[in-house]
């Protein structure tokens, strides 16, 4: 398997953060938008190319209210295209964590 995926764990709600928009920005200035899946998963490339990559979660207008994160940014670099990568996101309303999952 290759490409990249993520998967968003809502802790305030204990589900999967069904229909989060994330928007993907990716090497050569080409931009996608993905709708995570009611698991809260997403695969959002399924090519990938040696570069920077940026993803932004949407996470104010997912609880649909400004609670105290609007967009959440994560930048990653990837350095093997043929590998696959998988981008974790635990969101609770004042903090989140994230790490290369496997």
Same mark, same amino acid.
């Given at each position: 398997?290759? *490409?990249l995926t993520t998967h968003v764990l809502d802790i305030v709600n204990g589900t999967g953060a069904k229909g989060m928009q994330v928007d993907v920005h990716a090497p050569g200035n080409k931009n996608y938008s993905v709708t995570l899946d009611a698991t809260g998963r997403a695969t959002l490339l399924e090519d990938l190319e &040696? *570069? &920077?990559y940026e993803l932004r979660f949407h996470a104010a207008s997912y609880r649909r209210a400004a609670e105290f994160y609007d /967009? /959440?940014?994560i930048r /990653? =670099?990837?350095h093997e295209p043929e590998?696959?990568?998988h981008v974790p996101l635990i =969101?609770? &309303?004042y903090g989140y964590s994230t790490y290369r999952g496997g």
């Open positions: 398997m290759k *490409g &040696a *570069g &920077a /967009i /959440i940014p /990653i =670099l990837v590998r696959h990568y =969101l609770s &309303a």
